[in-house]
């Protein structure tokens, strides 16, 4: 499979082009620096994605938002729509994109983001990753569209191959923690771009 990766040096991106290309398919990675061997790329110009994408199988967004202001939002909601217009103009139908926790649910009809004593500082980052999936859900009716949200907690760790998969609602373990590490949670995306079982919809992955 030839994958297109925007945010390919993040924590996250990172971990899912080094699994990705463990089980021997191309990446090309796009950053909006160019280091470390990526290319130069604005996601947020629909020509440069359309003639980066082209060719590919498989389009991934994991470019993380800013997390000043109300800009935040906007930035990455500029990114999602350059995309969507971009992978549509070079043929390709399926995206993949790296989510965040705050649209789960704690309790029915109760988001992480809106729980009492959530972190103000993480606030506009995480309304910015709301923003993205409506965007995506409202206007990808004709891709095949996944928005892949990690737990409340995913850091660099161990790989183990082990995870669950849920849907809107906020996975815990035993003792209440949501978490996975980055490794994991790469080798969960990667299942996915390879398997294609939850397109057009919200997924949730966690231990």
Known sequence: MRILLFGATGMIGSRIAAEAGKRGHEVTGATRSGKDGTLAADASDVDTVARLAAGHDAVVLAVAPSRGGIEASESLLEVGRGVLHGVRRAGVRRLVVVGGAGILEVSPGVRVVDTPGFPEDFLPWTLAQVAL??????????????????????????????????????????????????????????????????????????Y
Request: hydrophobic residues 35%; glycine residues 10%.
């Open 133 to 206: 999936f409506g965007l995506v859900q409202g206007n990808a009716d004709d891709l095949e569209w996944t928005y892949l949200s990690p737990p409340a907690m995913v850091e660099p760790g161990e790989r183990t191959g082990a995870y669950r998969i849920g849907d809107h609602q906020l996975l815990t373990d035993g003792e209440g923690n949501s978490h996975i590490s980055t490794e994991d949670y790469a080798v969960a995306f990667v299942d996915e771009l390879e398997r294609g079982e939850l397109t057009r919809r919200l997924a949730h992955v966690a």
